[in-house]
């Protein structure tokens, strides 16, 4: 099998491949148009189209308020930028879970409305028949466990998942089951590294982590945290890249001043 890290379009099958070579997985989140342009063309593999936009575009403090209508205005916009990456859209609270007809429903709407690539589901065995209804219209379902921010008001708080034995046990489970019905990969989100280590050995699809350490197959971050765009998140797995708060900030200021003192616009700058 050849492993092309100049991939044209990347695929389901590219991310399997690089899996089985040891090709690390790069993934954002993006959620409008010029952002997503921006990534694609900084070469990440994955796209997410994640439910933090109800957090980073809209100001809520959980991901539980955004609809699918609105999910599929920002998938829509990220599928016109991008060339090269995989674009994968989360499945928003309310949408899928106890209810595997709306599930699929809500991700046709994905498929057709957006131009999306695959769609992302938060849980295990609990939304099996979900996951299953969807993948049988062939649409390519990511998986995601650990810290499952839909799930923010059953666990109370945002800290570490799976430090006991029972809850690291459940989703060891739950990691192979989302294997065997079909799911392309997962995410593990803020997990211990030795748990998220095992669990990628342990099964053949790749696993993406946020806060699961760097044995796994891949890494995701919420572009917005790592361009340092908002500043109050600070998690210890978070590196940030930039600091755009601050560049911004300038720039506004600048802009500002010139206008007040009108040193713009220039001679140059008008007709
Ligand atoms: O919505 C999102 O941004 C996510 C990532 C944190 C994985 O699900």
Known sequence: MSVNKDVKRVTTHTLQEWKEAGVKISMLTAYDYSMAKLIDAGGVDVILVGDSASNVMAGHETTLPITLDQMIYHASSVVRAVKRALVVVDLPFGYYQGNS?????????????????????????????????????GIPVMGHLGLTPQSIYKFGTYTVRAKEEAEARKLKEDAMLLEKIGCFAIVLEKI????????????????????????????????????????????????????????????????????KTGNFPNEHEQY
Do not use: W
């Not at 769609?119 to 295990?124: A, I, P, T």
């Not at 699961?212 to 998690?235: K, N």
């Open 192 to 259: 211990p590294a030795l748990l998220a280590a095992e669990v990628t050995k342990s099964i053949a699809i790749p696993v993406i982590g946020i806060g699961a350490g760097g044995s796994v197959d891949g890494q995701v971050l919420v572009s917005h945290d790592m361009l340092g765009i908002t500043t109050e998140f600070t998690p210890r797995f978070l590196r940030r890249y930039l600091n755009l708060a601050e560049a911004v900030r300038n720039a506004v200021k600048q802009y500002v001043e010139d206008v």
């Open 101 to 137: 007809r709306l599930a699929l429903e809500s991700a046709i709407r994905i498929m057709k409305e957006a131009g999306a690539h695959a769609v992302k589901l938060e849980g295990g065995a609990e939304i099996r028949e979900s996951i299953e209804r969807i993948l049988t219209a």
